[in-house]
């Protein structure tokens, strides 16, 4: 008779736990929470999304809230990495236009009523979680920060007014990113996005 194993080369006989890749695992409850939120996800909407028994999901993350912050440090940290990527660019007022153009399509379509997990985690656990609201912060002033360094490098390349201070200017482009990234969420069209980064990256000049 043959057996389960050569019928099926994936079955795992009982009581062996199932291998899983606990990036893979992160990035999904990250899809999941950013479509339902904290509030709404379930443990087995999570252990639905990732195929994982209860006892795997536990093995990896001690509750819902390490998977959440998991998944929260994943996109902030791949967000960080591509805006920094965007900005290494020059000139560096073409990169950051570029960069406004990049977000102005996040914020537009099917992608912005998918929203931001950082806007969302800011709305949703920042009033009562000190841990996500750190976290978040920090996002936000690294990213202020790395807006910050294009803008000095762009005054020193001369295509960045030298009278601009460089924290404030900053600032308001996070401004800018963050509320088309909130506005995305009500269905924008993304020239109306596009309209909004150029007259933001005019204010580089």
Do not use: W
């Amino acid at each position: 008779m043959n057996s389960p194993a050569k019928k099926n080369p994936g079955y795992i006989p009982p009581g062996r736990p199932r291998e899983f890749d606990v990036d893979e695992a992160i990035g999904v409850a990250l899809a999941v929470f950013n479509e339902r939120g904290y509030a709404a996800t379930s443990l087995p909407d999570l252990i639905h999304g990732m195929g994982l028994s209860r006892g795997s999901l536990y093995k990896a993350f001690s509750n819902k809230h390490a998977m959440y912050v998991a998944a929260l440090d994943k996109y902030m940290q791949d967000g960080l990495s591509r805006l920094k990527a965007e900005l290494d660019r020059l000139p560096a007022a073409e990169a950051i236009h570029d960069a406004l153009r990049q977000y102005a399509a996040l914020s537009s379509g099917q992608q912005g009523r998918k929203g931001c997990f950082v806007v969302s985690a800011a709305c949703e656990m920042a009033p009562h979680d000190e841990e996500v609201t750190l976290r978040v912060r920090q996002m936000f002033e690294r990213m202020r920060q790395l807006l910050a360094e294009a803008i000095r490098r762009g005054q020193a390349e001369g295509c960045v007014a030298i009278e601009k201070d460089p924290d404030q200017l900053s600032r308001f482009l996070l401004c800018t990113i963050e509320g088309m990234r909130v506005l995305g969420k009500t269905g924008c069209q993304e020239h109306e996005m596009v309209e909004v980064a150029a007259i933001a990256a005019a204010a580089l000049k």
